[in-house]
């Protein structure tokens, strides 16, 4: 079952989410704003980012990771 869901925009607001629903390819604001919320969920937080790049510095400063040339080289 589907629910409607009224947001409250200014008069620009509503435009703009028009026009980048329409310049992304989508048929409907209803289909764009689905797809935002498909790609918020594959975000991560910024503690998350935080937390992944002191864990990488700690292994860069202990030795643990590879030195490749390019690339290709980590493949």
């Known amino acids: 079952m589907r629910q409607v869901l009224s947001l409250s925009l200014s008069a ?3 435009r703009q989410i028009k026009i980048l629903a329409k310049k992304r ?3 409907t604001v209803s ?3 689905k797809r935002l919320l ?3 969920e594959n975000l991560i937080s910024e503690t ?3 937390k992944t790049a002191r ?3 700690r292994e860069y ?3 643990k990771s590879l030195k490749a040339e390019s690339l ?3 493949l």
């Open 48 to 50: 998350e980012l935080v």
């Open 55 to 57: 864990a990488a510095r």
């Open 38 to 40: 498909q790609a918020d």
């Open 72 to 74: 290709v080289g980590l």
């Open 25 to 27: 390819g989508y048929d």
């Open 61 to 63: 400063r202990a030795g």
């Open 31 to 33: 289909a764009y704003v």
């Open 12 to 14: 620009t607001e509503a």
